[in-house]
């Protein structure tokens, strides 16, 4: 890949990284409103199962169109890694600007609250799992918002890297003799 090459994936995959974290913020607007109502955390379960197809969109998009049709498995899967690295520090961004500015606590308390619910706890007493909820919870309370950004931001890396492959697997298109 030459230079002007990699220029020009870097800022398609930044346009397209923004694209991802603005569907990923509104996918994490949908999940803390949908702790309360049901419905929005439809749409944020919807949101995240269909990134993947999202991104691949976006891979085929770039193809087609900054490419003229052809591109390699490692450029595509390069492509994906990248989409998601700039797509994922603009959402930690926004996760943490979230967590400790707007929320003082509501995310943790909702939780919480539905953790004690009687039918809740009971469920949980019956499969044995009390311990491990009581820690799990324990360890959110202490973390801070940066650590839950920076964990977020490590976790859409890993699946950046490791979702690219099947993706670009799928768009590559080779040079046609």
């Known amino acids: 890949m030459t230079a002007p090459e990699y220029i020009q994936l870097k800022a398609f995959a930044r346009i397209d990284g923004a694209l991802l974290a603005l569907m990923l913020v509104v996918a994490f607007a949908c999940y803390i409103v949908g702790l309360t109502s049901p419905t929005y955390g439809f749409l944020a379960l919807l949101a995240i199962v269909l990134t993947p197809v999202f ?3 976006r891979l085929r998009r770039f193809r087609d169109e900054g490419l003229e049709g ?4 490692l450029r595509g899967w390069a492509y994906v890694s990248l ?3 700039y797509g994922g520090l603009l959402f930690a961004l926004a996760q943490y600007a979230y967590l400790a500015y707007l929320d003082h606590g509501y995310m943790l308390s909702v939780i919480t609250g539905m953790m004690s619910e009687p ?3 009971e469920l949980i007493k019956q499969l044995g799992m009390s311990d491990q909820v009581n820690e799990s919870l324990h360890v959110l309370q202490t973390m801070r918002p940066i650590d839950f950004a920076l964990e977020m931001l490590t976790t859409l890396l890993m699946v950046g890297v490791m979702l690219g492959v099947p993706i670009a697997a799928l768009v590559q298109r080779k040079v046609k003799k």
């Open 70 to 73: 052809t591109i390699s498995f």
């Open 55 to 57: 991104v691949g969109v």
């Open 83 to 85: 989409m998601f690295f």
């Open 119 to 121: 039918q809740n706890a």
